[in-house]
């Protein structure tokens, strides 16, 4: 079932859903839909897949949402996905809040690649993606997805109510020439990806092992979101 949305301006480990510590017990009642605070393509399809009616709420030409993806000096991966998505939720309901639109849960999710503890983002060149990808040739890295889905506070005294869930998996790239590193890169298919690279393309020609979530490393674990989406209310079969 395919939905058209309304545009509004891996060793693998999956650590649990967890509410807020403000997070009461009971879910809120079943909303119409979500919204995806999000501009990525794949996690609006893989929404629309899972049959979850959504909307999309992007931020406005002078929200700088690029720098809620800083690293912090000497930050981990695992937290700095965790705090990215936070923030991008806190973002988002903030900007709901703002516009005067229907009350809905929101989603928001970050992806991030790490080599050890080098948290590999998106690359800003042709250049810079040329080096991610030679480093990860050969090697096995870490895929974590962060997933969060908020609520404001409703007019019944209902305070505000977050769950959030973590993906981790893991992912093996055969080695890569520089000839084949730079015919990827001239794709264009790694830019604007985590670790310049997009395990749904032509990636996935040199990917000889994944262990974990495949949606997850797409961008949106669906064990994970499944789980954050029901406490929030939102039926998925």
């Known amino acids: 079932r395919w939905l058209v949305p309304r545009l509004h301006p891996m060793h693998a480990s999956s650590a649990p859903v967890s509410p807020s510590a403000a997070t009461p017990l009971s879910a809120p009642a079943s909303p119409a839909f979500i919204y995806l ?4 393509p794949r996690r609006l399809q893989l929404l629309q897949q899972w049959g979850v009616q959504c909307e999309l709420l992007l931020p406005a030409a002078s929200e700088d949402a690029e720098a809620l993806e800083a690293v912090l000096p000497g930050e981990a991966p695992r937290s700095y996905v965790q705090r990215v998505t936070r923030l991008k939720l806190d973002a988002s309901l903030a900007r709901l ?22 948290i590999l983002g998106k690359p800003a060149t042709a250049d810079e993606a040329r080096a991610m990808l030679a480093s990860l040739s050969g090697q096995r890295h870490r895929v974590m997805t962060a997933v969060a889905v908020g ?4 007019q019944a005294g209902e305070p505000a109510r977050i769950w959030t869930g ?18 990827y890169v001239d794709s264009g298919e790694p830019m604007g990806k985590a670790g310049a690279y997009g395990i749904q393309g ?10 974990g979530s495949h949606s997850g490393i797409m961008g949106l674990p ?5 789980q954050v989406l029901r406490q929030a209310g939102i039926p998925i079969l």
């Open 166 to 183: 973590l993906s981790e998996s893991w992912v093996t790239f055969a080695p890569m020439s520089e000839r084949e590193v730079q015919a």
């Open 37 to 40: 605070a999000s501009q990525s």
């Open 97 to 118: 809040s703002q516009r005067g639109l229907p009350p809905a849960p929101v989603l928001c999710a970050d992806t991030t690649v790490a080599l050890g503890r080098r």
């Open 202 to 211: 032509l990636a996935a020609l040199w990917i000889s092992r994944i262990s």
């Open 151 to 154: 609520c404001l506070p409703d």
């Open 222 to 226: 669906a064990f994970e979101t499944a």
